[in-house]
């Protein structure tokens, strides 16, 4: 399905591209990583059936130029970023739902945190809360080595040591409108690998909280904050298809369960 929308907003310090498909009740999906919009182009045709659905290239990465340095500090700018999006294309308040993969889903926390009126679910895919695991300084220390082996050897051999987060297979291939590999190691991975969540504003609004992870990376580094996130939050772990990235290898199944989480808390709301 193309867009029944595509355009650019000026942010300070950047442009964010952005595309919509579909009509409905807003659903803004927030990539995470080194993924743009085009992770979420089968994803987005599916919910187009029942939903406005927003997706976009976080600043700095494929379409979304920089005009300034880059996003500091990160989550903060990243929030502020999602925001103005949907003041942009929402701009009487509608209220909305969203969907954050990866570092996405520290977005989309942080958006309930700032206006928990207006987002009304967030369902946050295997966010890197590292921070909130027991032993949260090894893996502060992992990302660290992967940082220092891009800047030692390039980027080819940071992501190759990244495997490690995926149980030692490579990183899922993912679409993606450019290459933003050096982009994500220098700017993104050690600032959304330092986030923490407020767990405390988050729990006063749990009930439209969902916490997942993928059914087949359950036993995989990159699945772990999400587990101890629902913990906190006294949620259970929803299950979604697939792995770190279900959303775009298992689409289908990945749409239909995401479809009815949606539904069953837009009745609840309701």
Same mark, same amino acid.
């Given at each position: 399905m193309d867009p029944l929308e595509s355009g650019t907003l000026a942010v300070p310090g950047a442009r964010l591209y952005f595309e919509v498909r579909g009509s409905g009740p807003l659903l803004l999906l927030i990539p995470g990583g080194a993924s743009d919009a085009e992770v979420f182009r089968d994803l987005a045709d599916e919910l187009a059936a029942r939903h406005?659905?927003?997706?976009?290239?976080? !600043?700095?990465?494929? *379409?979304? %130029? #920089?005009?300034?340095?880059?996003?500091?500090?990160?989550?903060?700018?990243?929030? $502020?970023? /999602?925001a103005r999006l949907l003041d942009h294309l929402a701009?009487?308040?509608?209220?909305?739902?969203?969907?954050?993969?990866?570092?996405?889903?520290?977005?989309?926390?942080?958006?309930?945190? !700032?206006?928990?009126? *207006?987002? %009304? #679910?967030?369902?946050?895919?295997?966010?890197p809360a590292?921070?909130?695991?027991? $032993?949260? /300084?090894?893996?502060a220390a992992f990302f660290d080595e992967v940082y220092a082996t891009f800047r030692r050897d390039g980027a080819a051999a940071a992501l190759d040591r990244l495997r490690a987060l995926f149980g030692g297979r490579p990183a899922p291939q993912l679409p993606e409108a450019t290459d933003n590999s050096a982009f994500f190691l220098s700017h993104v991975?050690?600032?959304?690998?330092?986030?923490?969540?407020?767990?405390?504003?988050?729990?006063?609004?749990?009930?439209?909280?969902?916490v997942a992870g993928g059914r087949e990376s359950r036993t995989y580094d990159?699945?772990?904050?999400?587990?101890?996130l629902a913990q906190l939050l006294g949620r259970g772990l929803v299950e979604f298809?697939?792995?770190?990235?279900?959303?775009?290898?298992?689409?289908?199944?990945f749409a239909r369960q995401l479809t009815g989480i949606l539904a069953a808390a837009r009745t609840v709301a309701c």
């Open positions: 406005r659905v927003v997706t976009y290239d976080p !600043r700095g990465i494929s *379409r979304s %130029r #920089l005009d300034g340095p880059p996003p500091e500090p990160w989550l903060l700018t990243q929030t $502020d970023d /999602a701009p009487n308040g509608e209220p909305v739902r969203v969907f954050g993969s990866c570092a996405g889903g520290l977005t989309a926390l942080e958006l309930m945190v !700032r206006d928990p009126q *207006r987002i %009304r #679910l967030a369902v946050v895919h295997e966010p590292i921070e909130l695991l027991p $032993d949260a /300084a090894r893996h991975m050690l600032p959304s690998s330092r986030c923490v969540p407020d767990v405390a504003a988050l729990a006063a609004v749990a009930d439209r909280i969902v990159v699945h772990q904050p999400a587990a101890v298809p697939g792995g770190h990235a279900g959303y775009a290898k298992h689409t289908a199944p």
